[in-house]
């Protein structure tokens, strides 16, 4: 049951009207109840034992961790081992035992063998697998280091792993910023409610109006690209770039304006990446909450090893201070941006498109800053000015486009093939000469998704300066209700849905 779907949301409406009928004390039961249907609803119902398990799991380590004394530092450890084992050893089986086979064969063909070695196994995964179980880990991580209180109630630890909104496609939770709200009771609030379903129409019109137009050009090219080289390539590694974060960012706004509605404030998850002038600034605007879990859960605690302080210590012996401390971070940053890579699949497309190739980006701008500097200077150019500034937005985006074209390619070997197929053919025409309109859209429909992307060009620029939502809510009735509507109907008339069509999964409710 998508959530785009008309079934869903005469479910969350049922919710939603439910939820504020009762009282505020059996509302988080209701949640609960709610949440477990829409698993059960979703795919195959014994699938929810995996979530189950996980929570299950965190919940007694917690407990014990509660009564294990501080003292006992060993008893602790071996207790915070075992339920992080559990939970990545499920998502390990699930997911990557088979990217380990495929590299394995791969390996053997490359020297020559032509048998397969291992047979592939096929498992059936659970929604929101890497979603839940990282948002579990940091509870468990957190309770570890006494950042976290335990939950004393098993069900309301359930609820918090397996909130339906969330357990589709994330954002990634924290425990100890917004577990608690989930079971606090919530008076019913007009502004509240229209503010959160304002947003779900926001998101509606990203997914239903841009993503699944652009869906269409980006499969005809990518499923033939043998047939569409060059600057084909380039425009539907575009439109990919476009369709990746208006149907992410849309389920995001979809997710964050139903919880709001409830009373739930999740994080954001997206702010204007593609405004972002360098990669690092890019990752600290795209999926925002996976990218400050790494952060506080891989990359500290690494650079904290042993490991890592005793290299910190010789490479600032060997090369000095700062570009001592600087490379021991870099290589603590490689060790980032593979488990970024391996969370998005098990496959090395993944691996390079999302995780590796941003490492080399993010060191390459960093080493390179200083030259550049220079240069500016010599030539007397503001770092600082629009120019400048709106060069480095589109060498961003460029690099970011060749990270996608590994992500949705279908295999590594396909992606290379793509980046020679786009560099070794000049066809720029295909630009004026219509031959656009074989991609399968029509010309009606290019001009609406045209239009639609200026209309979220001048939103991401308006949300620049503040929420765009505060400032509509700030002029008078009649005209926060025409802009509303206007939203709405344009969904209703522009957007890929009804008989006989059935709109795509969003892209990482696969993660």
């Not at 990557?96 to 490359?110: E, L, P, S, W």
């Not at 339906?164 to 007009?190: D, M, T």
Request: hydrophobic share 50%; aromatic share 16%; net charge positive.
């Amino acid at each position: 049951m998508g959530i785009t779907s008309f079934y869903f949301l005469c479910f969350f409406a049922g919710i939603l009207i439910l939820y504020y009928m009762i009282p505020g004390k059996l509302q988080w039961g209701l949640l609960l109840l709610g949440s477990v249907a829409y698993y059960l609803l979703s795919g195959n119902g014994i699938l929810i034992l995996y979530p189950v398990v996980s929570v299950t799991a965190c919940y007694a380590g917690t407990r014990l961790l509660l009564h294990s004394p501080a003292e006992a530092v060993n008893r602790r450890r071996w207790i915070l081992a075992v339920t992080v084992l559990i939970n990545i050893g499920i998502l390990v089986v699930l997911k990557y035992v088979n990217f380990g086979i495929y590299t394995i064969d791969g390996i053997a063909r490359m020297l020559g063998s032509s048998e397969t070695l291992i047979r592939s196994v096929d498992f059936l995964i659970p929604l929101g697998v890497s979603f839940y179980t990282f948002s579990l880990l940091g509870y468990v991580v957190d309770v570890y280091y006494g950042i976290a209180r335990p939950q004393e109630n098993y069900l309301k630890l359930l609820l918090y792993g397996m909130y339906f909104p969330v357990i589709l496609s994330g954002p990634i939770l924290k425990y100890r910023e917004h577990g608690e709200q989930f079971f606090a009771p919530h008076r019913f609030e007009y502004h509240r409610v229209a503010r959160g379903l304002q947003r779900m129409v926001w998101g509606f019109f990203k997914k239903l109006v841009i993503a699944e137009r652009l869906g269409t050009l980006v499969d005809t090219v990518y499923g033939g690209y043998t047939e569409y080289p060059g600057a084909y390539i380039w425009v539907a590694t575009a439109c990919y770039a476009f369709q990746l974060y208006t149907d992410f960012s849309g389920c995001m706004d979809i997710v964050l304006g139903m919880s709001e509605s409830l009373g739930i404030i999740l994080p954001e998850n997206f702010q204007t990446p593609f405004f972002a002038k360098s990669i690092a600034e890019y990752w600290r605007r795209w999926h925002i909450t996976l990218g400050v879990w790494m952060k506080d859960y891989v990359f500290y605690p690494v650079l904290r090893t042993r490991f890592f302080t005793d290299l910190n210590k010789s490479w600032r012996e060997r090369f000095g201070r700062k570009k001592g401390k600087q490379y021991a971070t870099f290589a603590a940053m490689f060790l980032l941006w593979l488990t970024v890579g391996i969370w998005h699949g098990g496959d090395w497309k993944f691996v390079i498109g999302s995780g590796l190739l941003h490492w080399v980006y993010i060191v390459s701008e960093e080493l390179l800053a200083p030259v550049c500097g220079q240069i500016m200077n010599k030539l007397h150019i503001d770092p600082e000015g629009r120019g400048i500034g709106l060069l480095r937005n589109l060498r961003t985006f460029l690099l970011v486009c060749i990270g996608d074209l590994f992500f949705r390619a279908a295999s590594v070997k396909d992606a290379f093939a793509m980046l020679g197929e786009a560099v070794s053919v000049w066809n720029l025409s295909i630009l004026w000469n219509g031959s656009l309109l074989e991609l399968g859209l029509e010309w009606e429909e290019l001009v609406v998704v045209l239009c639609a992307l200026l209309l979220l060009y001048g939103v991401s620029l308006a949300q620049q300066k503040g929420s765009i939502r505060d400032r509509i809510g700030a002029r008078a009735l009649p005209i926060r209700w025409i802009l509303w509507y206007a939203l709405l109907f344009g969904v209703i008339l522009f957007g890929c849905y009804g008989p006989g069509y059935s709109a795509g999964e969003f892209i990482y409710q696969g993660f």
